[in-house]
């Protein structure tokens, strides 16, 4: 929808005119994949498509939420404010309220609010992240909080730990905050310093792949592995005091990798230890134009999560697996949390229709789902539009 055709929405729903326009990315992992909440490095990139948040105040001291998705306005006292509700995607733009009081913000003034987005749920490419942070970005805004973005991505963060009990990194509350048109946001997830990189790829596109398949990260798997990379990191400590696996080089990791006596543990730590030294080769070989190098990385990560993270499924896996078929794709792997989701994927101009075609015709027989297929634009991050 139009910021035109938003506006009227949010007319025909509160009776009175937005007061201001936000919007906020969704985004796509290029590499560096569960190294986040390892205190590794990733590597996304900002969409062009997201979340609008529209507002209005009002004096009757309370939270209006409405989704266009959703049929009903979820309206809300200033004392209710900090406690999380049962099945509501309302959770996410209140887990955000909630913090700013946690973080000394008094809510006294009512607000109307409309959201829309345009980003697949449930497809991998982070329509949670974008709501959490252009709700920050607009009440920021609104009160005059003077939190800065990084501030935004982690208030993000927290109201998907406290609200939506995902555990999740700061990788996609962070690139949607500070996103850059053209640019791929190179981040220590540890120090939360970061690099803008431009995504130059001359003659080669970004393609995002949904599998739509019908296994959802659910909170359960990803917080299972999240559990699983501090047990790995607590049976290191037995031989050496780390905080993080991304501490360890793969030398370092073969010298001691024999204390990790759990299976699982130790084939976790194993991919986020090879991850870590693929996304700094891959940040490496953009900045020097090796796009052939940055394929074979991506393909290796994918495997690496297939095999060692278990995170794929047999749809990514047969999404990756066609893409690899075609000439002109440079590398191809599963993006975001995994399970179901989406595949990101080099392909070089000349070959995208073909790509289309055959990778869709291809999984649609092996799983029997029709999938879709956008070519990625990389935006900005969040920002007040009107
Ligand atoms: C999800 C989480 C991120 C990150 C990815 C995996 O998208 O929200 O923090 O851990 O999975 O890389």
Not at 42 to 56: D, H, K
Not at 224 to 240: D, H
Request: glycine residues 8%; hydrophobic residues 40%.
């Amino acid at each position: 929808m139009t910021t035109q055709e938003l506006k009227k929405a949010f007319e025909a729903t509160y009776g009175k005119p937005a007061e201001a326009v936000y919007f906020s990315p969704g985004r796509v992992n290029l590499i560096g994949e569960h190294t986040d909440y390892n205190g590794g490095a990733v590597f996304p990139c900002a969409l062009s498509f997201g979340t609008n948040l529209l507002i209005a105040k009002n004096d009757k001291q309370v939270m209006n939420f409405k989704s266009l998705n959703q049929p009903e306005i979820v309206t809300l006292t200033f004392d209710q404010l900090t406690t999380r509700l049962e099945n509501s995607w309302v959770n996410y733009p209140l887990g955000v309220i909630a913090q700013f009081i946690k973080r000394g913000v008094a809510m006294t003034q009512g607000f109307d609010i409309l959201i829309w987005g345009n980003v697949p749920n449930g497809a991998g490419l982070s329509s949670s992240a974008a709501l959490e942070v252009v709700t920050a970005y607009a009440f920021n805004d609104q009160l005059s909080t003077g939190f800065n973005r990084t501030d935004l991505a982690l208030i993000g963060q927290k109201a998907e730990h406290e609200f939506a009990l995902v555990n999740c990194g700061i990788m996609d509350q962070f690139v949607s905050a500070n996103g850059a048109k053209d640019h791929a946001v190179h981040l220590n997830c540890d120090t939360l310093e970061f690099e803008l990189v431009p995504v130059k790829l001359q003659g080669v596109k970004i393609v995002i792949s949904n599998t739509h398949s019908p296994h959802k990260l659910d909170s359960g798997a990803y917080n299972q592995r999240v559990a699983e990379c501090k047990k790995a990191v607590e049976q290191l400590n037995t031989v050496r005091p780390i905080k993080y696996l991304a501490e360890l080089t793969e030398a370092d990791f073969k010298a001691i990798e024999h204390a990790i006596t759990d299976p699982v543990a130790h084939k976790r730590a194993r991919h986020v230890v090879g991850e870590v030294q693929r996304t700094s080769d891959a940040v490496k070989a953009l900045k020097e134009g090796k796009l052939e190098l940055f394929g074979q990385l991506m393909n290796a990560s994918h495997a690496s999560l297939r095999d060692d993270y278990e995170v794929t499924g047999p749809e990514l896996d047969c999404m990756a697996e066609e893409a690899w078929k075609i000439e002109g794709v440079i590398g191809s792997r599963m993006t975001g949390g995994g399970f179901g989701g989406c595949t990101v994927s080099l392909v070089k101009e000349e070959a995208i229709d073909t790509f289309i075609a055959e990778v869709g015709k291809n999984y649609e027989a092996r799983i029997g789902i029709k999938p879709d297929f956008y070519i990625a634009e990389i935006g900005d991050g969040a920002t007040r539009v009107e």
